[in-house]
């Protein structure tokens, strides 16, 4: 299993899922983070075999809840919660909701940025939407009255550290950073790739996105042979929905790209 569980009880898992395997998907036969912690529930389910009955039927009888409450793009890693019963799930899907609220489930994200901010700390405020691509549109407050299917999205990011761009043979060329930064992300917002498009139409495209990333971001991610977007969600917090006490979990960011600041 790729998936890592770094907590377990009666009510909820939070696992750490690696970069390239998706949080869930509808492709047939394509291995995802919901079903291998099925397949892991099915095992240490209980109940005993009905006669006659295969293991396989057993297990599809007894196929474990396991409730989504977030997710994370197949090429970003990091830390997710998932519920193990409808409860469990009801109270923190509420928690993901109530961003402002002191039991609100919060996510802390590092963020690889190809250039460097002209501030610190700076507060993004845009509205998105899907577009019929797949992708994320991100429009600036302005634009917002001709498509009225954007919801607003909130970003803050704060820089932890700067770096060089290491040397990559295309020093000199036309738009490529000089710089690297390593940043600290929170949303506030829940929109769909809402750090990877509203960093990028910030001009801080994240090393590694060739979804979102520009020219240049592009040229240097494969240069550097960073092939998942650099964004780890690092931190994640959030009231218990039982004992009602308050969970902090962090990983350490594994990818490539971190290596450079880590």
Avoid at 26 to 54: A, F, T
Wanted: one cysteine or more.
């Amino acid at each position: 299993m790729r998936t890592e569980i770094v907590y377990e009880d009666r009510d909820l898992l939070v696992v750490r899922k690696p970069a390239g395997l998706a949080a869930q998907t509808s492709e047939i036969c394509r291995q995802d983070v919901v079903s291998e912690l099925k397949n892991y529930l099915s095992k240490h389910c209980s109940g005993d075999q009905l006669p006659g009955e295969s293991a396989d039927s057993r297990i599809r009888r007894q196929e474990p809840f396991l409730g989504v409450v977030h997710r994370l793009d197949q090429p970003v890693e990091g830390l997710l919660v998932f519920a193990k019963n409808k409860k469990a799930a009801a109270e923190l899907s509420a928690q993901l909701q109530s961003r402002e609220s002191g039991e609100a489930l919060n996510k802390q994200y590092y963020a690889v940025l190809c250039g460097e901010p002209a501030q610190d700390a700076e507060e993004l405020v845009n509205y998105m939407y899907k577009d019929n691509a797949h992708r994320a549109v991100v429009l600036d407050r302005g634009d917002r009255g001709r498509f009225p299917q954007a919801g607003k999205a909130v970003l803050s990011f704060s820089v932890l550290r700067k770096t060089q761009v290491p040397d990559t043979g295309l020093q000199g060329s036309a738009g490529l950073p000089e710089m690297l930064t390593l940043a600290d992300i929170r949303i506030d917002t829940g929109r769909f790739h809402q750090i990877r498009a509203q960093m990028a139409h910030r001009g801080l495209p994240l090393l590694g996105d060739l979804k979102y990333g520009n020219e240049a971001s592009i040229a240097l991610s494969r240069q550097l042979g960073i092939k998942n977007v650099a964004l780890c969600a690092y931190s994640l917090e959030f009231t218990h929905p039982a004992t009602k006490e308050r969970l902090r979990f962090h990983t350490e960011a594994e990818g490539k790209a971190f290596h450079l600041f880590f």
